[in-house]
């Protein structure tokens, strides 16, 4: 396995890598996203509780459970780099948190939207609203630690230990509703039962799960991309690339 | 694996394990604190031995007794039983209640602790289940008539 996965360790791999993966990422995001969306807002049924204000559900559910599923990757990143020491692994770390963070302030958001006309409030301190929320500041820390060094794989070492810490959050937020009482309900899909949500409404929710998924990778792989560039700008190879878009583009202005 | 490799593996899981642990033992210690809410039973009986008192500022979470509702008819006061598997805990509250509030529906009180077991409530918060489906679906399975808030006759 180590003979496969080693060459992404060099930055050129990676970057080829990405470019293989991206139009997947992209293409895949975009329908399941649409299919997805439509579906749930406009032809699931409404909810025998909660009426048509349960559909931003679709949103809210994916945003938040990939909130912590970009976290958990870029907390692999980060040990792949702390004990292997690669440089693409703190790359793929800075390049995983800003979505994430995006990913886990979009729950927050459509969570307080949707507890005001539902539980009568936009906020309350339990449990579990108050460690997602320790999940955005985790997030912020990691990306102002690793900004705050100039040299970057110190800066990369610093923000990974953080990251890595970081990652006793995930279970408290999954469990935070079974272990104390909260306002917040327990989890619908995410548990060894039967999703308590009916097979209509649950297909649109699942197909959203992979879209937002699809659509962290995406996002990721380009600003991965750009990281690799922009440290790497002085090696032949980019230097190479660069000069051969040059080219292209010059090309297509004259066309 | 190579040594310093080995040693930095070592190293990298032993920080994550002791800040784990602490964390860990920290949740254990507040574990009661990090409770949102009184149960019924817990303000009647007490928690862990201790019984709140008259005039503490709590929350109390638990099940609307149906039948138990009554609005008086010039204001907005309302009036209703909490109960989850022991005593009752009747909550007074002057204002808008929530959309979900019905009968039966979990209830998240913030007040003051009027008497042993009534509560004197300034916000009224409606808690629901993680279960979703159409309201056909929960006709069939619950019995439940889907209401429009609106047209609740309570």
Redesign the interface.
Known sequence: MWSWLHPYAKTERAYALCNTLLPWFVWGALLTLIVGTVWGLMFA???????DS?RI?YIHVPSALMSMGAYLAMAIAA?VG????WRTAFMTMIAIAPVGAVMTFISLFTGAAWGK?????WW????RLTSQLILLFLYLGVIALYKSFDDKQQAGKASG?MA??G??NLP?IHYSVE?????H????ITKFAKP???P??LWPLLINLVGFALFIAAVSAVRLKNEILRRELHRPWVIKLLSESQQQGDNHRAV | MNPR?QK??LA?SA??LV??SA??LM?YAL?QN????Y?PSEIVDGKNGAVPVVGQRLRV?GLVVPGTVQRDQESLAVSFDLVDTGPVVTVSYNGI????FREGQGI?ATGVLQAANHIVAD?????????????E???QLKG?K?V?PGDASY
């Open positions: 049924p409404s909810d025998y509780q909660q009426g349960f559900i040990f702390l004990v292997w020491q006309p539902m539980w009568g409030t309350v301190w339990d449990a230990v890595l810490v990652v006793i408290i272990w104390w009482n909260t306002l309900q327990g989890a619908t308590s949500i009916a209509e409404m | 490799r930095r593996l990298v920080v994550v800040i784990g964390v860990g949740l574990n990090i409770d949102l809410f149960t979470g209640l929530p959309d979900l998240v916000e009224v918060l409606a808690k629901h289940d993680e279960e979703y489906m159409p309201p679906l929960a006709e439940i889907h429009k």
